[in-house]
């Protein structure tokens, strides 16, 4: 980049040939405040709960509308910004979470909360697909890297929710959600800015189409839409199975265990931080070794840990929940990475499709675990949910696509 154009932009992330790290840090911590609020959801379910008298059905359907709408805008969002790229749409999407906070701290029923849950889903919607575009514009060639540091920070924020739920929501109560507010005008702010640098790449990109232009992939359709349609499998088992756990694990725990509310949230940090952590070990493999690999490591691999923790007592469930998370967690970055690099020409779309399955999926999954918990038991629901990552055998089906070596 030449020198009069960084003089134009002071104060701002500078454009970079190789890969862009402060960009890569900065919309990795976007990420971690947007996951961290949203996480505050399903971590406040005990006091919701408790204090309107919901079933897990209702629960449920909580996660249901919150996920469906975290999803299903998503593909359309990523195919807009492949075609028209708005590089200030990720700040404005953040406004529309901090509004969902805000209405969720005075909600008074069962409705609005619904209502709050989805404008906060709305914001996911829009920030997820752009910013995969903006964490692979930033790469320089590093893709599965920089698709970790992107996903480590929402998978460090999932985390951070329920500990910090813990210490402010479940303490003081409804109205403490507010103060996640805060959090999302920090990363509006901070959205700002990257939407400064996305727009200068879009300008150099004027300029340099062909040169920037994505390889075609040379696979043909069918095998590409084979891979696909597995990837769809993996996404399904991997994030039915987290369903689980982030919505019923800590109720699990109290059922099984008698823990407190605040203990076992605790314990859902524990895995969701183990979870965080894996996230960049799959990043690394994948460049190094290939994404097909990491996936059937991370999914399959995760097998043995969930089938041992139904049967061993507190101790052990804890210890097999951390293995598991960082276990499974290194999957989704291949996978949404090995997409793109099927369909390179659409990756807002494809971005948008798997975070959109990751949530819709989510979602599905905790209103079919809370509606078969309310006809049979949580224990039964646990039991079921580990036999999910078995799916991961299915994953020795994709094809071998390994990165160039100009990408490591």
């Not at 004027?206 to 499998?233: E, S």
């Not at 967690?329 to 807002?348: C, H």
Request: proline fraction near 5%; include cysteine.
């Amino acid at each position: 980049m030449k020198a009069s154009i960084l003089e134009k932009i002071k104060g701002h992330p500078r454009l970079t040939e190789g890969t862009a790290y402060a960009i890569l840090f900065t919309i990795g911590t976007c990420h971690l405040l947007n996951d961290m609020v949203q996480s505050v959801i399903p971590a406040i379910y005990p006091l919701l709960k408790d204090k309107f008298g919901f079933t897990f059905a209702q629960i449920g359907i909580i996660t249901l509308i919150f996920q469906l709408t975290s999803s299903v805008l998503q593909p359309f969002v990523g195919r807009y910004a492949d075609r028209h790229p708005q590089p200030y749409s990720l700040a404005i999407g953040m406004c529309f979470t901090l509004a969902g906070l805000v209405a969720l701290a005075f909600a008074p029923d069962f409705l609005l909360i619904l209502l709050s849950v989805s404008l906060i889903g709305c914001g996911s919607s829009v920030f997820h697909p752009e910013a995969s575009r903006v964490a692979q514009l930033a790469s320089g060639g590093k893709k599965s890297l920089a698709q970790s540091i992107f996903q480590v920070g929402g998978n460090g924020g999932s985390a951070a929710g329920p500990l910090l739920a813990a210490l402010v929501v479940i303490p003081y109560g409804q109205h403490a959600v507010g103060w996640f507010a805060l959090a999302a005008l920090l990363a509006a702010m901070l959205l700002t800015r990257v939407g400064c640098w996305y727009s200068m790449v879009l300008e150099k990109a004027k300029a340099t189409r062909r040169k920037m232009a994505a390889a075609p992939c040379t696979l043909p359709p069918r095998t590409v839409n084979m891979a696909l349609g597995i990837l769809v499998l993996m996404i399904f088992s991997k994030y039915f199975f987290n369903a689980c756990m982030t919505s019923y694990f800590t109720f699990y725990l109290m059922e099984k265990f008698q823990l407190t509310v605040q203990a076992s949230q605790y314990c859902l940090f524990a895995y969701l931080a183990a979870f965080a952590a894996g996230t960049l070990l799959g990043g690394f493999l994948g460049d190094r070794y290939g994404r097909k690999y990491v996936i059937i490591f991370s999914i399959l691999g995760a097998a043995p840990f969930t089938l041992a923790m139904p049967y061993l007592g507190l101790g052990g469930t804890i210890a097999m929940s951390v293995v598991t998370g960082l276990v499974i967690a290194s999957a989704f970055s291949a996978i949404v990475v090995y997409a793109t690099d099927l369909k390179p020409d659409k990756v807002g779309m494809i971005a948008g499709i798997f975070f959109g399955l990751m949530f819709g999926l989510g979602g599905i999954g905790s209103a079919f675990f809370g509606w078969l918990a309310d006809r049979t038991s949580i224990e039964f629901i646990f039991h079921v949910s580990t036999w999910l990552p078995l799916l991961g055998i299915v994953a020795v089906f994709l094809p071998d696509i390994r990165p160039a070596k100009a990408a490591q």
